[in-house]
C-alpha cells in the first residue's frame, strides 16, 4: 500500500508538470517521494501559468500573485489544474489582460470552499477586450468588496449572474 502511495503522488506531480504547474517540494515532514527525506503538504509551493501570466502561490499567506505580465488563457482560472490549494488572496502585480470569454473566471475558485476573500491591483487587470463577464465572481461568497473602478466594459455585452453567490 505505501508503494501505490508513492507512485500516486509521483503520477501526480508529473501530472502537473505536463499542465504547466510546477511543484517545489521544501521541508521534511510527513511522505517520502522519490526516496527523498519526508515532506508534508504544507510544505509544497505551487507556480505556474494561465495562459501566457506567470502565477506563484505562497503557501503561508494563501496569495495567489500574477507576477509577470502576460494573456490569461480563458475560461475559469485553473479550470483543469486541480491546483491543491485555497487561495484567499489574488494579487495582480503585474498587467494581465482577460480575454474576450472571460465568463466564470474566478468560478472555479468556488470549488475550493469559496476562500477567496480579496482580489488585489485589479487596475492590472485588462478588460478592454472582454465581451463576456457572466458569472465571473460567481460563488465567492468571501469576497465582499472589489475596487472595479479601472473595469474597462465598453465591450461587455453579458454581465449575467457576474455575484451571483
Given at each position: 500500500?505505501?508503494?501505490?502511495?508513492?507512485?500516486?503522488?509521483?503520477?501526480?506531480?508529473?501530472?502537473?508538470?505536463?499542465?504547466?504547474?510546477?511543484?517545489?517540494?521544501?521541508?521534511?515532514?510527513?511522505?517520502?517521494?522519490?526516496?527523498?527525506?519526508?515532506?508534508?503538504a504544507?510544505?509544497?509551493?505551487?507556480?505556474?501559468?494561465?495562459?501566457?501570466?506567470?502565477?506563484?502561490?505562497?503557501?503561508?499567506?494563501?496569495?495567489?500573485?500574477?507576477?509577470?505580465?502576460?494573456?490569461?488563457?480563458?475560461?475559469?482560472?485553473?479550470?483543469?489544474?486541480?491546483?491543491?490549494?485555497?487561495?484567499?488572496?489574488?494579487?495582480?502585480?503585474?498587467?494581465?489582460?482577460?480575454?474576450?470569454?472571460?465568463?466564470?473566471?474566478?468560478?472555479?475558485?468556488?470549488?475550493?470552499?469559496?476562500?477567496?476573500?480579496?482580489?488585489?491591483?485589479?487596475?492590472?487587470?485588462?478588460?478592454?477586450?472582454?465581451?463576456?463577464?457572466?458569472?465571473?465572481?460567481?460563488?465567492?461568497?468571501?469576497?465582499t468588496?472589489?475596487?472595479?473602478?479601472?473595469?474597462?466594459?465598453?465591450?461587455?455585452?453579458?454581465?449575467?449572474?457576474?455575484?451571483?453567490?
Amino acid at each position: 500500500m505505501h508503494k501505490v502511495k508513492k507512485n500516486w503522488v509521483v503520477i501526480s506531480l508529473l501530472s502537473f508538470t505536463l499542465l504547466g504547474v510546477n511543484i517545489t517540494l521544501q521541508n521534511e515532514h510527513s511522505f517520502l517521494l522519490f526516496g527523498t527525506q519526508p515532506v508534508s503538504a504544507a510544505d509544497v509551493s505551487v507556480s505556474g501559468y494561465d495562459g501566457s501570466a506567470h502565477w506563484p502561490y505562497d503557501t503561508s499567506t494563501k496569495t495567489l500573485t500574477f507576477d509577470g505580465a502576460g494573456t490569461l488563457a480563458g475560461g475559469s482560472l485553473f479550470y483543469g489544474h486541480n491546483i491543491p490549494v485555497e487561495v484567499e488572496h489574488i494579487v495582480f502585480a503585474q498587467k494581465v489582460a482577460a480575454v474576450a470569454d472571460s465568463s466564470y473566471l474566478f468560478s472555479t475558485l468556488e470549488g475550493t470552499g469559496s476562500h477567496l476573500e480579496s482580489i488585489d491591483q485589479l487596475e492590472n487587470f485588462d478588460t478592454q477586450n472582454v465581451t463576456n463577464m457572466a458569472g465571473m465572481f460567481y460563488g465567492i461568497s468571501k469576497l465582499t468588496s472589489l475596487d472595479l473602478s479601472n473595469f474597462d466594459t465598453s465591450k461587455v455585452n453579458d454581465m449575467s449572474n457576474m455575484f451571483l453567490p
